[in-house]
């Protein structure tokens, strides 16, 4: 019996020993890597820190993606903002250029035409009555005196009618008050051109009623009197007609001079 009992602590013991190996053995740490269950706990968590790691990649590529997206918003109002400023100089040059091209055409009417002209700038006009008068910002100091024809390279607009410092008010050819001594320059005969039928249209009265005048044919001033020198352009007559058996002959004439876009004129010297 007690050898028995001996046995069975030899076994127990043997078994306690073997347990002990084999736990060693497996939670022992090898020198070249990690323990079993070092390596277990690795591979268990490799997907939640492969996942992990794609979620914050993923939030950085976002917060770049973003980031970029600011700074192109910020170029793009940049770019806008410099090419509304390109757009408004370009407006600027056009309007330079614009005027230079009429204050050379202007310049070239001087050159053709006898006399002395002042170039003055249009600043103004009635809204009342658009095609009656203009304001023009020259006056005494510049030498405008009243009754001075006002022309551009077009033909003729209309004469001085009052004078102030600095500027003036010119009473256009188109007012129902104007009139104008002219010739046909082709036949010579000569009448009167009265304004009142708006800006495209000028009636023309012949002193007599065989005056040879048709269409097309072009009209100038006569120079009979004082406030127009003879040979300025007034129009070309677009229709003839006798208002009355016995009466005079008159002409609808189509003005030369654009007066709704009038921005320079120049005012005859005396």
Known sequence: MRRRFQYKKIIVL???????????????KPQ???????????????????AYSAIVGRFESLRVA?????????????????????????????????????LRDLLGFQENAPGDYLVAEVY??????????????????????????????????????????????VLLLTDPESGVGAVVQRSR??????????????????????????VGDLIITSGMGSKFPEGLLIGEVVSVRIPQPGLVKEAIVRPSVDFEHLEEVMVVGR
């Not at 043997?14 to 022992?28: E, I, K, Q, R, Y």
């Not at 940049?78 to 009429?102: I, P, T």
């Not at 009265?194 to 009636?203: A, E, R, Y």
Request: glycine content about 10%.
């Open 32 to 50: 070249d890597g990690p323990s079993f269950w070092g390596s277990l706990f690795l591979k268990a968590s490799k997907p939640v820190s492969s």
């Open 124 to 169: 103004g006009r009635d809204p009342s009555k658009w095609f009656s008068s203009i304001s023009i910002a020259a006056g005494t100091e510049q030498g405008v005196v009243p009754d001075a024809a006002v022309v551009c390279q077009a033909g003729l607009v209309g004469r001085v009618l009052s004078v102030g410092t600095n500027v003036s008010t």
């Open 14 to 28: 043997a078994v306690l020993v073997a347990a002990s190996v084999t736990l060693m053995n497996v939670t022992g």
């Open 66 to 102: 973003f980031a970029d997206k600011e700074a192109l918003i910020r170029k793009n109002e940049e770019l806008e903002a410099a090419l509304g400023q390109l757009r408004v100089l370009e407006s600027r040059l056009q309007e330079v250029e614009a005027e230079n091209e009429r």
């Open 189 to 214: 005969d000569l009448g009167v051109v009265l304004g009142g039928g708006g800006q495209d249209s000028l009636t023309a009265r012949f002193f007599s009623k065989d005056a040879d005048v048709q």
